[in-house]
């Protein structure tokens, strides 16, 4: 699998150590001509506006949301900002996943925790809680459509969802060592490829994703 990270801010390096240990290819995507060929894209952490002015700058947003609408996409806290459709107080960016979210959930940056949760869908979730790290996260109001969450707190506060190909959590698996998150994700992307891959994504022709 050659998964693509979005390299304009945040855990870049970390996600690529853990893709290598699931067996995958990271790419840095910096410029549209990085998203041909992938089959999947991890949007990493950050601060999610400074990255759309990035994405806007670099000539990414566009290309973006085409391919969040025909292949596999991750967003991991910023990341899932990007990915929503509904972020409360501002415009969606790529608006491709159909949840509602709530920025700085969590509080501030000297308010990060760690906190163990159970993710069923993850290899030995049910048994192996998965260390999730929160650092000024996001969380999920609602998911609606086909959207599903598939990770709460112990207080019930939605903190993961999967819609299809679209996975987004408001943590940071890549800070973890645990590389279950990573290989769910490649999982689903396998399953994609396997059914059939969507055409090359033209960068000058293809429809908007709104």
Known sequence: ???????????????????????????????????????????????????????????????????????????????????????????????AMDITVQRNAFGRQADSFVMAITVPALEDGLRRPFPAVFIRAPQIVAANGTAQIIARLADGTAVAARQGRLLATAFHPELTGDDRFHRYFLEISAKMKENGQPPRINRTSAGENR
């Open 1 to 95: 699998m050659k998964v693509g990270i979005l390299a304009l801010q945040g855990g870049v390096v970390e996600h690529a150590n853990l893709l290598q240990q699931a067996g995958a290819q990271p790419v840095a995507v910096r410029l549209p001509a990085h998203l041909d060929g992938l089959d999947a894209l991890i949007l990493p952490g950050g601060e999610s506006t400074t990255i759309g002015k990035l994405a806007v700058r670099f000539g990414l947003l566009e290309p973006l949301r085409r391919f969040a609408a025909a292949r596999p996409v991750w967003g991991t806290c910023a990341g899932m900002i990007l990915l929503a459709r509904n972020t409360g107080t501002a415009p969606p960016l790529l608006a």
